[in-house]
């Protein structure tokens, strides 16, 4: 009873906002031009008029100016680790604080990880219980020195930009997509609700810089068919380095976007200046 009141919740919420969206003076949204032009037109089209700026990536600054915080002691280690590893490289697992997997799932995505022989990290904060979040007995030491638990915050952005990191396995928030884009890391696929299936629609079968390996909130992966997954696209050859050759123009495209004369700069400028010329009309 307590799962489906909340899904009721969720789906009520769900509306409310996409009413709020369509009712809306004018929508400012985080993605850029090059990622989803067809459905940017779509929208303006849809909606009958042109207020919809393109602002994104936002909040993510270019990797040479990257000097926004210095990372906490754990963030520090994790780095320093990732010193050690060679390029291209290492997996990292993450799927927010929301989506805490069952003990199941736990389990087998902890098998993949073992059998794959790959380096990886692996952050799973979220609500621990009897049923769920609980990490495999015996994990960290059965991987000591190829892999790293996190049960606390990790310091996604820059585990991400790390040149070792590799793929992304991810439950397709919509930031966590812009923040593998920006790193130029190709993905591994698990949306479990709301937009995360569209967003996995959009990344695997669209643009074709991720791979999908498995889908839904209860789903438990088979271990096998993740190692299978894992050698295919690791690294920077075959399909791996199909993907991150696609990964990497859509990196470029994002950064470009936020440069000045980029699509998303000049979506910004456009949209302040927007905001003037109405606030004179106003005052009129």
Known sequence: MEDEWFIEVHIFNVQNLSLATIS??????????????????????????????????????????DNSSVPSQRGGEILSWLDTCDDNSVVYVCFESQAVLTNRQMEELAKGLKRSGLKFIWSTKGHVSTDHGKIPYGLEDQVAGRGMVIREWAPQVLILRHQAVSVFLTHCGWNSILEGLVAGVTMLAWPMGADQFVNANLIVDELKVAVRVCEGAKTV???????????????????????????????KAALNGIKGGGSSFENLEEFIKHLGEEAAKIKR
Do not use: C
């Open 24 to 65: 809306s003076y004018g929508l400012v949204i985080n993605t850029f031009t090059e990622l989803e032009s067809v459905y940017l037109d779509h929208l303006m089209k849809d909606l009958g008029h042109g207020r919809v700026w393109s602002v994104g990536p936002v909040l993510l600054q270019d990797d040479e100016e």
């Open 221 to 251: 992966p088979n271990s096998e068919e993740l190692v299978g997954f894992l050698a295919e696209v690791v690294g920077l050859e075959g399909k791996g380095a199909e993907l991150k050759a696609r990964v990497s123009e859509l990196r």
